[in-house]
C-alpha cells in the first residue's frame, strides 16, 4: 500500500528514528572493529583513546581544572563518556542524513574514521600503523550503514521512506551488528592486555640502597582516628595526569637520554639505574590542582638516582636554567635547575614503598622534586631530560597560562571531624595535617569561631620534606561551631589567609570547616 498525503505526518519521526538508530549501529561497529584491530596492532591507537588525548591537549586549561574539581581522578573516565556521548548524537545525525542522502551519510561516518585516523597519528610516538584501525573501522562503519539504510530506501522514497522498510529483518540485522560491535570491542579491550608490563615489573628486585632513608619514629602518627596516615600506601596515592591509557613501558627497552646545554650527551639503561648508588627517601608531593583542605597529597618512601648527579656527569653548560622532561605521552614538565642542585633530594626515581615504581605512578622511572608542585617537576614515564632555558622553551602547562616556576605553598588541613559533621559535646580532637615541603612546618594554630589562634601538637616530621601530622584538644559545648586552621612553615613564613585558585601557581587561604555538636 503506498502512503497517502494522512500517512506523511507520522512518517517523518518513524524514518528519523529508522535512520538514527542505522547511524548508532554503523558507529558501534565502527568503533568495536576500531578497538579490536587497536588490540591486536598496538592497543594505543583506539580512535575514542586518540581524540580523547587530543582533546585534553587541547581544551582550555579552565576546562581541565573543572574537570579535576568536579570529577577528581574519575576525569578521564568522564571524558570518554563525554566524548562517547558526543560520538553518539553525531552517529544518529549522519544515520538520519543518510536516509534521505545516503552518499552524504556515508561521508559522515567516512569523516569520522578521518578524524580518529588524524588524532591517532598526530600523538605523542605515533607511527604510521596507528591508522589503521580508524581507517578499518570507518570502513565497516559505512558498509553497516549502506547495509542497513541503502537495501531499505529507495532512492525516490522522500517522506514516505518508512512504508517500505522490512522491519523483521531491520531488527536482525541491527541486533547482530550490535552484538558484534559489543564483542569486537570487548576482545578488543582484553588484547590490549598482552601489552601490559605487569610481569616484567614483578620480576623487578630492587638492590638495597646505598643511602638509606631516616628512621621514621612511630610518633609521626598520633593515633588519631580520622587523620590521613603519614605514609600513603600506593593503592591510595592520588593520581593526575593527562593519559588517558596509562603507559606500558617496558624496562628491557626504556632508554632516558640526557641532552642539550650539556656538555656530554648520556643515556641509560634501566639496569644501568639498578647499578647505581641508590638513595632512598620519603618525600610528600602535592598536586597543583589541590584545592585548600584537598586530597591530592600523600607521602611515600622513594628509591632512586640523584638528579644531581646526572646532571653533574652531563655537564650543565653555563645559561641552563631549566631542565624539561619528557615522558613517553610526549608530556613536559620544566624545572628550575637552580632546585635540582641546591642539595635537597631531586630524583630519578624507580621505587616507592619499598616496590618498583607502579605502572599508574610512572614506571619504570619517574621525577620527583621535593618542594615543587608536581606539573613543574614530577614528570611520570619519563624518557628524556633537555638542559635548556625557560626564555626558550615552555613546557605543557607554561603554554597553558600555568605557571613556569611553582614551590608548594604552606597549607594546614583539618581531617577530623568532618565538615558538617555531628559530634557529642564534650572533649574531642581537631586533628590534621600540614606541609610545606622543603621548608618544614613549625607549628599549627586552631582557631573557634572568632576566638584566639590556639596552638595545636605536632607529631614529630623526620624532614622538611614530608608532611605532619597535628592535634588539637577541644572540649566542646552543644553548638554549631566554625573551626580554622592554618600553619606555620620552618622559616617562620605563617601560612596567608588570602584565597587563591589552584591554577596557576597552586591554592591558598585557610581551611575551615562547620561542625554540629549535640
Request: glycine share 12%; hydrophobic share 45%.
Amino acid at each position: 500500500m503506498e502512503p497517502t498525503e494522512s500517512h506523511r505526518g507520522p512518517v517523518v519521526p518513524i524514518r528519523r528514528r529508522f535512520g538514527a538508530t542505522a547511524g548508532l549501529l554503523a558507529a558501534a561497529t565502527a568503533l568495536g572493529v576500531a578497538e579490536l584491530v587497536s588490540g591486536l596492532i598496538r592497543g594505543t591507537a583506539s580512535p575514542v583513546v586518540s581524540v580523547g588525548g587530543w582533546v585534553i591537549d587541547h581544551v582550555p586549561s579552565w576546562m581541565k581544572t573543572f574537570a579535576i574539581r568536579t570529577f577528581g581522578t574519575n576525569d578521564k573516565p568522564a571524558l570518554i563518556i563525554g566524548t562517547l556521548a558526543l560520538l553518539a548524537v553525531f552517529a544518529a545525525t549522519v544515520g538520519v542524513v543518510a536516509t534521505r542522502r545516503l552518499r552524504v551519510g556515508l561521508a559522515g561516518v567516512a569523516l569520522f574514521g578521518l578524524i580518529g585516523a588524524g588524532a591517532a597519528i598526530t600523538r605523542p610516538n605515533a607511527r604510521s600503523i596507528d591508522l589503521v584501525p580508524s581507517v578499518v573501522g570507518a570502513a565497516i562503519g559505512i558498509m553497516v550503514l549502506w547495509l542497513l539504510v541503502g537495501r531499505e530506501v529507495p532512492a525516490d522514497a522522500g517522506t514516505s521512506l518508512a512504508v517500505g522498510i522490512d522491519r523483521r529483518r531491520f531488527m536482525i540485522t541491527g541486533a547482530t551488528v550490535a552484538v558484534a560491535a559489543a564483542g569486537m570491542g570487548g576482545v578488543g579491550r582484553s588484547l590490549r592486555r598482552r601489552f601490559s608490563v605487569a610481569s616484567e615489573r614483578s620480576a623487578i628486585k630492587l638492590p638495597t640502597a646505598a643511602s638509606l632513608a631516616l628512621p621514621v619514629p612511630a610518633a609521626v602518627d598520633l593515633g588519631v582516628a580520622g587523620i590521613a596516615p603519614f605514609m600513603t600506601s600506593n593503592a591510595d596515592f592520588y593520581r593526575i595526569d593527562t593519559t588517558l591509557v596509562t603507559p606500558q613501558v617496558d624496562p628491557a627497552s626504556w632508554r632516558l637520554t640526557v641532552k642539550g646545554m650539556v656538555g656530554k650527551p648520556l643515556s641509560f639503561t634501566y639496569d644501568d639505574l639498578l647499578k647505581r648508588n641508590l638513595v632512598e627517601r620519603d618525600i610528600t608531593l602535592v598536586c597543583v590542582s589541590n584545592e585548600v583542605g584537598g586530597n591530592y597529597v600523600g607521602t611515600a618512601r622513594w628509591l632512586g638516582v640523584p638528579l644531581a648527579e646526572i646532571l653533574a656527569e652531563a655537564g650543565v653548560k653555563a645559561g641552563a636554567d631549566q631542565l624539561v622532561s619528557r615522558s613517553v605521552d610526549g608530556w613536559t614538565a620544566g624545572t628550575p635547575v637552580a632546585d635540582i642542585t641546591d642539595g635537597r633530594d631531586a630524583l630519578l626515581a624507580i621505587g616507592m614503598n619499598g616496590e618498583p615504581l607502579p605502572i599508574a605512578h610512572g614506571f619504570p622511572a619517574r621525577l620527583i622534586v621535593p618542594g615543587l608542585y608536581g606539573f613543574v617537576s614530577a614528570t611520570k614515564w619519563v624518557t628524556g631530560l633537555e638542559l635548556t632555558t625557560f626564555a626558550s622553551f615552555d613546557p605543557y602547562w607554561a603554554k597553558r597560562g600555568w605557571a613556569k616556576r611553582a614551590p608548594i605553598k604552606t597549607m594546614a588541613r583539618i581531617d577530623t571531624p568532618r565538615g558538617l559533621q555531628r559530634i557529642q559535646a564534650g572533649p574531642t580532637a581537631i586533628g590534621g595535617v600540614a606541609w610545606a615541603i622543603h621548608r618544614g612546618i613549625q607549628g599549627v594554630e586552631v582557631r573557634i569561631d572568632d576566638g584566639p589562634w590556639v596552638p595545636a601538637r605536632l607529631a614529630p616530621g623526620p624532614s622538611a620534606d614530608t608532611w605532619r601530622q597535628w592535634v588539637y584538644e577541644w572540649d566542646p559545648k552543644p553548638g554549631t561551631y566554625n573551626v580554622a586552621c592554618r600553619a606555620t612553615d620552618g622559616d617562620g613564613q605563617p601560612q596567608t589567609e588570602a584565597r587563591a585558585n589552584p591554577i596557576p601557581d597552586g591554592a591558598s587561604g585557610w581551611h575551615s570547616i562547620v561542625v554540629l555538636v549535640d
